[in-house]
């Protein structure tokens, strides 16, 4: 399990699979998306704009990422 602190209150799930490094672009986010491949706290999750909150679960290619809040506001937070 990782965890991936997010800059802002909440984030799209599109969004949050790019900043993790998940995915390149956000057509790459929708594919992966609408193909059912992302499970959001144990559910298939097939919107890509799901406003994800600190706490969420993220399952995906065989990695489960958690979202943290507190990002530093100068560089990317999440290390792969």
């Known amino acids: 399990?990782?965890?991936v602190p997010i800059r802002t209150p909440t984030i799209?799930?599109?969004?949050?699979l790019?900043?993790?490094?998940?995915?390149r672009s956000g057509g790459?986010?929708?594919?992966?998306?609408?193909?059912?491949w992302v499970r959001v706290n144990g559910q298939v999750e097939r919107r890509?704009?799901?406003?994800?909150r600190p706490g969420d679960v993220v399952e995906v290619g065989g990695r489960v990422l958690v979202v943290?809040?507190?990002?530093?506001?100068?560089?990317?937070a999440?290390?792969?």
């Open 28 to 36: 790459e986010a929708k594919y992966w998306i609408q193909a059912g």
């Open 78 to 80: 999440f290390s792969p």
């Open 1 to 3: 399990m990782q965890e």
């Open 48 to 52: 890509r704009g799901r406003v994800l």
């Open 12 to 16: 799209a799930l599109g969004a949050f």
């Open 18 to 23: 790019k900043w993790a490094h998940v995915v």
């Open 68 to 76: 943290r809040a507190g990002g530093n506001a100068g560089a990317h």
